[in-house]
């Protein structure tokens, strides 16, 4: 991702928290991740977020969606003898598509929104808006979407280690970098 994007991007999910009334400092935003998942599609497949704490034992993140943007299906797994991740998310403005491998008879006919533009294998819908929670038990295979408005998450979780999840999708590079 060339880095005039990732800037432009910051900025955009930089509105996102102000819309949800959340306050970050100039370091929290100047450090502000923008993953596009190596796939070059920041507006279809991505995630901004910033990360507060991650320590041994705890997580806490911000994470913004563009409308229709999705984070792709991916599980959180066991990483040095560590159970994976647990890790619950809150709505804080706009609405949120979450799709998790908790009800097998799940299909995609069923679901709210459209296919996004990466492999997904689970239906299991649950729609949170603003105020909502849901929490994911490790090793749940899920993928959210941002609404028609996009979306800020809040997320607490076990200690973090993103860079070791495992994508459906093949293509999907969890740490890119970006170029300027």
Same mark, same amino acid.
């Given at each position: 991702?060339?880095?005039?994007?990732?800037?432009?991007?910051?900025?955009?999910?930089?509105?996102?928290?102000?819309?949800?009334?959340?306050?970050?400092?100039?370091?929290?935003?100047?450090?502000?991740?923008?993953?596009?998942?190596?796939?070059?599609?920041?507006?279809?497949?991505?995630?901004?977020?910033?990360?507060?704490?991650?320590?041994?034992?705890?997580?806490?993140?911000?994470?913004?969606?563009?409308?229709?943007?999705?984070?792709?299906?991916?599980?959180?797994?066991?990483?040095? /003898?560590? &159970? +994976?991740?647990?890790?619950?998310?809150?709505?804080?403005?706009?609405?949120?598509?979450?799709?998790?491998? #908790? %009800? @097998?008879?799940?299909?995609?006919?069923?679901?709210?929104?459209?296919?996004?533009?990466?492999?997904?294998?689970?239906?299991?819908?649950?729609?949170?808006?603003?105020?909502?929670?849901?929490?994911?038990?490790?090793?749940?295979?899920?993928?959210?979407?941002? /609404?028609? &408005? +996009?979306?800020?998450?809040?997320?607490?979780?076990?200690?973090?280690?993103?860079?070791?999840?495992?994508? #459906? %999708? @093949?293509?999907?590079?969890?740490?890119?970098?970006?170029?300027?």
């Amino acid at each position: 991702m060339k880095k005039a994007t990732a800037d432009k991007q910051r900025a955009i999910a930089s509105a996102y928290f102000k819309k949800a009334h959340i306050i970050l400092t100039a370091e929290e935003e100047a450090n502000m991740e923008v993953a596009d998942f190596g796939l070059n599609m920041i507006e279809d497949v991505g995630l901004q977020l910033v990360v507060y704490v991650n320590t041994d034992r705890v997580c806490a993140k911000e994470m913004v969606l563009l409308p229709g943007q999705c984070c792709p299906e991916h599980r959180h797994v066991p990483t040095n /003898g560590q &159970e +994976g991740k647990e890790e619950t998310f809150r709505c804080r403005y706009g609405k949120v598509y979450l799709y998790t491998d #908790t %009800d @097998p008879s799940a299909r995609q006919e069923d679901i709210s929104i459209s296919l996004p533009k990466t492999d997904v294998t689970v239906f299991t819908e649950t729609i949170l808006e603003p105020g909502q929670q849901f929490t994911l038990l490790p090793g749940t295979l899920h993928w959210f979407v941002g /609404g028609e &408005e +996009g979306a800020v998450i809040s997320e607490f979780s076990t200690h973090s280690t993103d860079e070791t999840d495992e994508f #459906t %999708d @093949p293509r999907i590079v969890r740490n890119p970098e970006i170029e300027d």
